[in-house]
């Protein structure tokens, strides 16, 4: 897991080639005027998802994980947000199988630490960390960069 500023993005570039050309493709958009939902950037290798939601209690988010994809978790507007993480390899609680069409499996388990983000600020997240989003109160406008790894 990583949590920087915008302005520090290139740091991580060395982390794959892919992670530098989304970070790129990021910078060339408004993403305050982007209409929520999907949007390919490089096909199915990178797109964005764009989301405007409520945050949610602790209590609600659950711990996710991708086996596929790099989380490239961007905070454009909105109140801070903050993220349950867990190690994935400490997980013992499955809400359900892995659901390789969607990159996505739920645990029960409870993170093992929070961290919040601001605005202008990016987390990366591999396949290695469980991360539970959206945990705050208000609501935010983000961009989740999805980078094939």
């Known amino acids: 897991m990583i949590l920087d500023s915008l302005k520090n993005s290139a740091a ?13 493709l990021f910078s060339k958009v408004n993403w305050a005027e982007v209409e929520p939902g999907v949007h390919e950037l490089d096909g199915r290798t990178i797109f964005a998802n764009v ?20 989380d490239i978790q961007i905070l454009i507007s909105g109140a801070d947000e903050s993220f ?9 609680q499955p809400k359900e199988a892995f659901n390789a ?15 919040t983000m601001r605005p202008g600020q ?3 997240l591999m396949p290695e960390d ?12 983000k961009v989740i960069l999805k980078v094939l790894k």
């Not at 989301?51 to 988010?61: D, G, I």
């Not at 349950?84 to 013992?92: D, K, Q, Y």
């Open 51 to 70: 989301q405007v939601r409520p945050l949610k209690k602790k209590e609600e988010a659950k711990l996710e994980v991708h086996d596929a994809y790099i």
């Open 84 to 92: 349950g993480w867990s190690e994935r390899a400490a997980l013992t």
């Open 12 to 24: 991580y570039y060395g982390l794959s080639p892919r992670i530098q050309q989304a970070f790129e």
């Open 130 to 141: 469980a991360h539970a989003p959206m945990v705050g109160e208000g609501e935010i406008r």
């Open 122 to 124: 990016f987390t990366i």
């Open 101 to 115: 069409e969607k990159d996505i499996q739920f645990f029960e388990d409870e993170p093992q630490t929070y961290y």
